[in-house]
């Protein structure tokens, strides 16, 4: 028997898709890969035009209205989820939490309350939509709630949440493109000047990111260990002005290049006041680099290759620079960093999915 489960598409279809954009990939390619006849895929898209290719996307697409009228009608009407669905899935709180068939199984994932933890990275509208979309769904019972970080369902608890209602899903690593080569990956350093040793952050450049403590720990770490290198910044520009200062800000590059330059780098530094879940150290680990990350970063808080550091201390985050050079380099280690993360696969973050929505 097929089962038609819809997913929502709409983070595609917003200016920055960011870190969800991933998950829903990543989620879409784990349920292909389980070569499982009986499912049925369908992505609810927005009209309009996604910020991001599509293409690869292998399922269904429906379309439904335009991002603006889902944004307000989503809580309450499932506008344009098939009747015939037999899961519908939110990929995040704008939703939607309702449709399909009469005994359609209903689920959203969430990934943080990163707007009370940091309401100065959102709008005043944004903390206020996602504060009315939480209470909403600590009412609706019905409607069930993945957890994409270990660190929340204990905070959805606190909301007065049923715990029957939470199921912990895994997030995963992106592998289905090579890192690009060792040259072509110095040629790009070298097209932004950089032609030695460097440190590397990924991320949107974005005050919650704590890009003004990482830049000043970097230099003081610097100053005693030149081989750490310039530090690189790579990824979008994101909510809030951050000054790069001495850094070498290369933007967004391909996936190919961006595997290249984790495997490539000294160490990665991700040490943001605050975070979901924290996909750029996972990335780096299984790449095999050291990693330096915040002792907030739900991703790698229980893994004992990081380097973990109170990102509000300066010379705590370069004593930990300085720290993860005395870390091995050969062969063995980088496997260990590897095996590190070796569950975090798309597969396995599929696999979680399907157990949440039996």
């Not at 989620?27 to 309009?48: E, K, M, T």
């Not at 429906?62 to 944004?71: D, I, K, Y």
């Not at 590397?200 to 610097?222: C, D, F, S």
């Not at 300085?322 to 062969?331: F, G, K, Q």
Request: aromatic fraction near 6%; charged fraction near 20%; glycine fraction near 8%.
């Amino acid at each position: 028997m097929t089962r038609a489960i819809s997913i929502s598409l709409d983070q595609f279809y917003r200016p920055q898709p960011g870190g969800i954009a991933t998950y829903v990939r990543g989620l879409i390619r784990g349920l292909n890969s389980l070569h499982d006849d009986s499912l049925r895929l369908v992505g609810v898209a927005p009209q309009g035009t996604p910020s991001q290719d599509l293409t690869d996307l292998n399922l269904e697409r429906v379309t439904a209205p335009p991002l603006a009228v889902l944004n307000r009608l989503w809580s309450r009407w499932p506008v344009g989820v098939p009747r015939f669905s037999d899961v519908v899935h939110a990929t995040s709180l704008a939703g939607p939490f309702a449709g399909g068939r009469s005994d359609a199984v209903h689920s959203v994932t969430m990934y943080d309350l990163l707007w009370r933890d940091e309401p100065d990275a959102s709008t005043p509208h944004g903390i206020r939509f996602h504060e009315r979309r939480l209470q909403q769904l600590t009412r609706r019972g019905e409607v069930r709630i993945f957890c994409a970080s270990p660190t929340l369902a204990p905070r959805l608890l606190d909301e007065g949440v049923d715990a029957s209602r939470l199921h912990e899903v895994r997030l995963g690593v992106d592998d289905d493109v090579a890192a690009a080569s060792a040259p072509e990956v110095r040629a790009a350093l070298v097209a932004q000047g950089v032609r030695g040793p460097f440190t590397l952050y990924v991320g949107t450049r974005e005050p919650r990111k704590n890009l003004e403590r990482l830049i000043a720990a970097h230099a003081l770490a610097r100053t005693s260990n030149e081989e750490l290198g310039p530090l690189v910044l790579v990824g979008p520009s994101g909510w809030g002005s951050v000054e790069s200062a001495n850094s070498v800000v290369m933007g967004q590059v391909s996936r190919a290049v961006l595997k290249g330059l984790y495997r490539d780098a000294t160490v990665v530094a991700d040490v943001p006041r605050a975070e979901g879940w924290g996909l750029p150290p996972v990335e780096a680990l299984h790449e095999g680099t050291r990693v330096v990350a915040s002792l907030t970063t739900p991703s790698v808080i229980n893994n004992e290759e990081v380097v973990l550091v109170d990102p509000l201390n300066v010379e705590a985050i370069a004593h930990g620079l300085t720290r993860s050079l005395a870390l091995d380099i050969d062969e063995a280690a980088r496997e260990r960093r590897r095996v590190s993360v070796s569950s975090l696969t798309w597969r396995n973050v599929a696999l979680d999915h399907l157990n949440g929505w039996a």
